[in-house]
């Protein structure tokens, strides 16, 4: 058995999370084997690769009031609502017999952490298969089936974790999305994130692909301090107003483009943004049918994981 830790936050390499294997079989079998530790933060930060904001509060607690080592479930989530540090109330703090589940912020971006056993993953692939991929890229294998539909995720640090929720558009493959793009109105479509606006106009009235788009997006200079973009409605004047702005260029701020990743495929195209030194990267993914059929839990997880901090929420 392997209990799994992922730490979502941007501060995590290009897909903003840090994901590891525990030998422990069990998330209590862990939090039991921490508790008589000296130096509670050294610990936490060899077990999990990293400091994770809050967490070495309970260990601290423990030492400090002589608290128990929890023999059950039940026993150690009255200890973590009880001693454990987070931005929030006891909602933020979810905790049964297969996984925890954690949201906290550090005063600057939210950030979340998991453990999750090897049933809970067995339990729900359609909801954690993305939150324990490893490392970039995706696989980008595919399989044409089923009615045309592309998805757009895009995963941001501004404001809460979660905060953009999916784009589905109906009818559209992946090779067709700049085509798409280019007829499409965006007053019909008021909930379109300002990423995919400003992807809309960077598309090139003759460009047969996104990739060309999106490569031109790492060069846009509001993503480091992001403000909606104001753009045309009309496609032709959106593309030339954007174009402007890249020439005239100005400040990227903390931005690297030449530490983003990009990788477009004929159905999947995975974009890791460099956002800055402090704040990481951003993640954005295009996808079709064709790939989430080749993938589904894969995809099925990814939407969940830009849809909810807790990719559990409503399971049970």
């Not at 294998?141 to 109906?170: N, R």
């Not at 300002?194 to 996104?210: F, H, Q, S, T």
């Not at 403000?227 to 496609?235: G, I």
Request: net charge negative; glycine share 8%; aromatic share 10%.
């Amino acid at each position: 058995m392997t209990t799994w830790f992922v730490h979502r936050s941007p501060y995590d390499g290009p897909l903003s999370k840090r994901v590891r294997r525990l030998t422990d079989a069990s998330v209590l079998d862990w939090f039991r084997r921490g508790w008589p530790r000296p130096d509670p933060r050294a610990w936490v930060r060899a077990e999990l690769g990293g400091d994770v904001y809050g967490l070495d509060s309970i260990f601290v607690a423990a030492r400090e009031h002589g608290l128990p080592r929890p023999r059950s479930t039940g026993e150690l989530r009255d200890l973590l609502h009880a001693h454990l540090y987070v931005e929030g109330d006891e909602d933020h703090i979810r905790l049964d017999e297969h996984s925890l589940r954690v949201r906290t912020d550090d005063d600057e971006v939210d950030l979340a952490y998991y453990f999750l056993d090897d049933t809970a993953l067995g339990a729900a692939p359609d909801r954690l298969a993305y939150l324990v991929h490893e490392a970039w890229p995706l696989p980008t294998d595919a399989v044409v089936a089923g009615p045309p539909v592309t998805y757009a995720v895009f995963l941001s640090h501004d404001g809460p974790i979660a905060g953009t929720p999916p784009v589905e558009l109906p009818g559209v493959r992946l090779p067709d999305l700049a085509a798409h793009l280019r007829f499409a109105d965006p007053r019909r479509h008021a909930g379109w994130p300002a990423a995919l606006l400003v992807l809309r106009a960077l598309v090139g009235p003759d460009e047969p692909g996104i990739d060309a788009a999106l490569a031109r997006c790492n060069r846009w200079p509001g993503f480091d301090h992001w403000d909606p973009p104001e753009l045309p409605d009309e496609h032709g004047e959106a593309h030339r107003h954007a174009l402007r702005v890249l020439e005239e260029g100005g400040t990227v701020g903390h931005r690297r483009p030449g530490a983003s990743l990009l990788r477009v495929t004929d159905h999947l195209a995975q974009f890791a943004m460099h956002r800055g030194d402090g704040f990481g990267h951003v993640q954005w993914f295009l996808f079709d049918a064709a790939w989430a059929a080749a993938h589904p839990a894969l995809a099925r997880s990814l939407l969940c994981y830009a849809g909810h901090w807790d990719p559990l929420d409503g399971s049970g």
